[in-house]
Each structure stands twice: as C-alpha cells, then as structure tokens.
C-alpha cells in the first residue's frame, strides 16, 4: 500500500528565505508526483508534475525534484514572499494502473513578513 | 480554457439526509475523480468515472455514488449522511486517466449536524 509523508508539518520563515519541502513515498513504482498549493478552506492549485522518467521540473521560483529510487520529492521555494503562505501537499499517483492520487498531509507554510 | 467548477460552495446537511454535490470538468477533460478531505488531513480518494463508467473506488461504502455525464460533468451522491461526512468534497479532471496530471476545483465544505 502506497503511504505518503510530508516533513516538517509546519515550517516558520521570514521573507526572502529559500527553503525546501520534503515528501517521502513507500512504494518507488509510481507513474507520477505531482505538487499542490491549497489556501486555506480551498481547492487545490497544481504547482508541478513530475513524471516517473523526469528528475525535476521548474516553474518561477519553484522547483521540483523526484528520485524515485529513494522515494523522495523535495520542493524548493527560491526568494519565498508572504503570498507563499499556504499548505503544500505531495500526490503520487501509483503505477500498475492505479487511477487514484495518493497524498501526504501536508506542510503548513508561513512566511513572515 | 474554463477550469473545473462545483457546486454548492457549502452545504448543511442533517443526519441522515441524502446529498448530491455536482462538478463540471475542465473542457477538453473527459475523466473525473472525487475526494474527501477531512481537517487537516490529505484528501482521500473516493471514485473516478471515464467516459461515464466508474474505474475505481477508494476505501468509501456504497452510500457513496457516482455519475458521469455524457458532457463529462459528474455528481457525487451519499446518502444516510453521518456526522463523520463532514468535510471539504474536490473534485478532479484530467485527460486520458490522470497520464497530465489532475486539475481541481475550489471544493464543497460539507457539514453534516
């Protein structure tokens, strides 16, 4: 059974901060990972996928890894504003014709001003 | 490009009582998937329907149900509603089974008292 965890639950920083997201996964046979934004109370805002034969993806000032071999993601956060507060949740759709995402719980960000 | 859409934005419900809750995919999107998110958690795969027919199910009881339009468009059904019921409904589309990943609408908040 695919699990998916997300390290720290919470993270604090000031404005300007790089900063780095982590997601591990438990079974490496996975089709895609995908990363999430969702503000509070509200749906979710794809960031970036990544498919199981790429190693990263970038967007603005994010940018996302995938090592599939040791089931982890991470995504960085360049230059983070306090528009960046919001929860940030990794998905993994598994492989073997799965249809379903499997997500973490989430990081909690705040980015103080 | 419209995104996907749902409707009611919140819902109060009774135990009990039966509820239906509706989306409408992305154009060009012709696979919808529903999940329930409780607080604080990661959304939890409910169903999805291609081309009108149910190709996976989640860990949900009959109770939850499901339909899929000739427009694509999609209703989530529960029916005997209990308490633990309320949370935050998504709605997901994406093309060919999810291969370019899911875009999701804002969410219905369920509250079921």
């Known amino acids: 059974k695919q699990e998916v965890t997300q390290i720290p639950a919470a993270l604090s920083v000031p404005e300007g901060e790089n900063l780095v997201l982590n997601c591990s996964f438990t079974?490496?046979?996975?089709?895609?990972l995908q990363w999430f934004r969702q503000d509070p109370g509200k749906g979710l805002t794809s960031l970036l996928l990544?498919?199981?034969?790429?190693r990263e993806q970038t967007s603005g000032r994010l940018n996302a890894s995938l090592d599939k071999s040791s089931g982890r993601s991470t995504l960085y956060i360049a230059a983070s504003q306090p528009g960046d507060s919001a929860t940030y949740l990794c998905?993994?759709?598994?492989?073997?014709?799965?249809?379903?995402?499997?997500f973490g719980k989430g990081t909690k960000l705040t980015v103080n001003p | 490009e419209t995104g996907v859409t749902q409707s009611p934005t919140h819902l109060i419900k009774t135990r009990g009582q039966q509820v239906t809750l509706r989306c409408s995919s992305q154009?060009?999107?012709?696979?919808v998937s529903w999940y329930q998110q409780a607080l604080g958690q990661g959304p939890q795969f409910i169903f999805q329907?291609?081309?009108?027919?149910?190709?996976g199910r989640g860990n949900f009881p009959p109770r939850f149900s499901g339909l899929q339009f000739p427009n694509y468009s999609s209703e989530l059904n529960v029916n005997a509603l209990e308490l633990d019921d309320s949370a935050l409904y998504l709605c997901?589309?994406?093309?060919?089974?999810?291969?370019?990943?899911?875009?999701f609408g804002s969410g219905t908040r369920l509250t079921v008292v």
């Open positions: 154009s060009g999107h012709n696979t």
């Open positions: 998905a993994v759709r598994p492989g073997g014709g799965s249809e379903k995402l499997v």
């Open positions: 329907y291609y081309r009108e027919e149910e190709n």
């Open positions: 990544i498919q199981s034969s790429q």
């Open positions: 997901a589309s994406s093309t060919g089974q999810g291969r370019g990943g899911y875009t």
């Open positions: 079974d490496s046979a996975i089709y895609n």
